[in-house]
């Protein structure tokens, strides 16, 4: 009977040490899921701070370059604006040329008429 009790005793600690053994298992398992997510979290913020760092050091070129444009785009509305005076200039003083010639025209009209008699 002793040895039936013994028995059972080591089978139950045999049980007790299996069920712990696969609880210990399977949260290592899960562990090393966490701890493999963790990794990949962790690479993938890497990475974001590699193209982030990369972005940053090209900042100020770019800032240089949208002055640069910038500055092209102010001097070419300048340029646009006094070449547009320019015309408007021009155009005014075709205008008045045009006009000067209409009022020439109409002053000196050369008068077709005859002063001769129907009658005679």
């Known amino acids: 009977m002793i040895t039936f009790i013994i028995g059972i005793a080591i089978g139950f600690t045999l049980f007790l040490?299996?069920?712990a053994v696969a609880v210990i298992r399977r949260q290592q398992s899960e562990e090393d899921?966490?701890?493999l997510a963790q990794k990949q979290k962790i690479s993938s913020l890497e990475?974001?701070?590699?193209?982030?760092?990369?972005?940053?050091?090209?900042?100020?070129?770019?800032?240089?370059?949208?002055?640069?444009?910038?500055?092209?785009?102010?001097?070419?509305?300048e340029d646009a604006m006094q070449d547009?005076?320019?015309?408007?200039?021009m155009v005014d003083r075709i205008k008045e040329e045009v006009q000067q010639k209409q009022l020439e025209r109409r002053k000196v009209v050369?008068?077709?008429f005859t002063t001769t008699n129907p009658i005679s």
């Open 17 to 19: 040490v299996t069920s």
């Open 33 to 35: 899921a966490l701890l």
């Open 47 to 77: 990475n974001n701070l590699d193209e982030l760092t990369k972005t940053n050091a090209k900042l100020p070129k770019l800032e240089e370059r949208v002055k640069v444009l910038e500055m092209a785009l102010k001097e070419a509305r």
């Open 84 to 89: 547009r005076k320019v015309n408007q200039y």
């Open 110 to 112: 050369p008068c077709s």
